[in-house]
């Protein structure tokens, strides 16, 4: 589609609507404006003229502010959601620091538009200039209200640290960008969401495209959810409680879903809970940590492959007793090391101390094998805490792999 077609034609370029919808209510919360071309009877989307840099960046604009016009137009005369969001290019943004985005809104204000009800959606890794600068627009912005998203997280290059800067209110994660990825889906996502709850940043989840990604975004903190799963983009505004009643079935089946994983993960530390404690008073009278670990190891072939002992203050006061093929090997070279450093160590000791209840953990890689295990933590005494490593296999076997 020739870039002439579309100036000549501005008349046939048209605002298209794709919902966002929420996880709380389970209804349309905004809609997202997306340009289309209307040509022969046939809509084209305008995402590639957008994206050509070979095209005049004011050829660009022209075409933008004439969908975004139309769109205001009838998001104030039908008033469909509580959010429109509007795309830009940061780096045609910064050209005037915001002010003629700012301009183009402030007219509708006095037609009943909310400025809080406008988010602006900007993609950091396609910005060129200086991100602080940018920061302060996107600052200067949001005194009026408006709302700032950031775009395509986990695509390309996204730069957290950047992101940080910019304080977005909304963080949308693409989804098939991430599941593409060569990096692990899952650390980039965990280290998303911990960057959103130190911002306050709510996650929305973009190119949701079946049923599972859906279950994923839930499970995952996302608040707001869209993709063509949900609903494709639309020339106009749908019902607000659309898809109400099929998200509220899908979500009763995800709650049912994680309820049962947790029961299973309760019920495997109970189990562990009455097992290690009858085995630790078996073996009370060993005449060392080493020999308690050992005799543990023979009892504990079925699901563990490596079982030591730490201090309150996470020295190692024992060896490592560590499974090589069927065989247990001590591993000396491990006593006295600080294992304090790690994520939730001192918080997971505090817990065991004061309910006198073994931990079991979340699934982690561990650093030398590269397995996905989960760990058991249990109170020897208030100063000795017993730790085993559970293999894959095991908690495969018993479901407590998800």
């Known amino acids: 589609m020739d870039a002439l077609d579309i100036l000549t034609h501005i008349d046939q370029v048209v605002p298209h609507y794709q919902p966002i919808f929420?996880?709380?209510e389970q209804c349309i919360v905004g809609y997202e404006v997306l340009g289309r071309f209307q040509q022969d009877g046939e809509v084209i989307s305008l995402g590639p003229f957008f994206h050509d840099e070979t095209i005049p960046e004011e050829f660009r604009m022209e075409v933008d502010v004439a969908i975004t016009t139309k769109a205001l137009e009838q998001f104030v005369n039908e008033q469909p959601a509580s959010l429109i969001f509007i795309n830009r290019d940061a780096n045609v943004l910064m050209l005037d620091r915001g002010e003629s985005f700012l301009q183009l809104l402030l007219p509708y204000k006095e037609k009943g538009?909310?400025?809080?009800?406008?988010?602006?959606?900007?993609?950091?890794?396609?910005?060129k200039g200086d991100i602080q600068q940018l920061g302060h627009v996107l600052t200067y912005l949001r005194t009026y209200g408006i709302q700032i998203a950031v775009d395509n997280i986990g695509k390309e290059s996204s730069n957290l640290d950047r992101i940080r800067l910019l304080a977005p209110d909304l963080l949308k994660i693409d989804l098939h960008s991430l599941r593409t990825s060569t990096?692990?889906?899952?650390?980039?996502?965990?280290?998303?969401s911990l960057l959103a709850r130190k911002i306050g940043a709510t996650l929305l989840y973009e190119?949701?495209?079946?049923?599972?990604?859906?279950?994923?975004a839930w499970r995952n903190g996302g608040r707001y959810y869209q993709g063509y799963y949900l609903h494709e983009p639309s020339p106009s505004f749908l019902p607000k409680d659309l898809l109400k009643e099929t998200l509220r079935n899908q979500f009763?089946?995800?709650?049912?879903?994680?309820k049962k994983k947790l029961q299973t993960l309760y019920d495997i530390s109970e189990q562990f809970q009455a097992r290690i404690s009858e085995l630790v008073s078996k073996y009370k009278k060993a005449s060392s940590f080493n020999e308690l670990i050992s005799a543990l190891a023979k009892q504990l072939s079925d699901c563990s492959f490596r079982i030591?002992?730490?201090?309150?203050?996470?020295?190692?006061?024992?060896?490592?007793?560590?499974k090589q093929g069927e065989t247990w090997e001590l591993q000396p070279q491990y006593e006295m090391k600080n294992w304090s450093w790690r994520p939730y160590f001192l918080e997971n000791i505090i817990r065991m101390r004061s309910r006198k209840h073994g931990i079991l953990s979340d699934l982690y890689s561990d650093i030398e094998t590269g397995e996905t295990i989960r760990t058991y933590s249990y109170p020897l005494d208030e100063h000795h805490y017993l730790f085993i490593d559970l293999t894959y296999e095991y908690l495969f076997e018993h479901n407590a792999h998800l």
């Not at 990096?183 to 998303?192: G, P, Q, R």
């Not at 030591?308 to 560590?322: H, K, M, W």
């Open 252 to 258: 009763h089946t995800f709650i049912q879903h994680e």
């Open 22 to 24: 929420s996880a709380d």
């Open 308 to 322: 030591y002992i730490c201090d309150e203050d996470g020295f190692q006061q024992s060896a490592n007793i560590f």
């Open 207 to 216: 190119d949701i495209e079946n049923a599972f990604q859906l279950q994923y």
């Open 113 to 127: 538009l909310r400025l809080n009800q406008v988010v602006l959606e900007i993609t950091e890794h396609h910005f």
């Open 183 to 192: 990096v692990s889906y899952d650390d980039v996502l965990y280290s998303i």
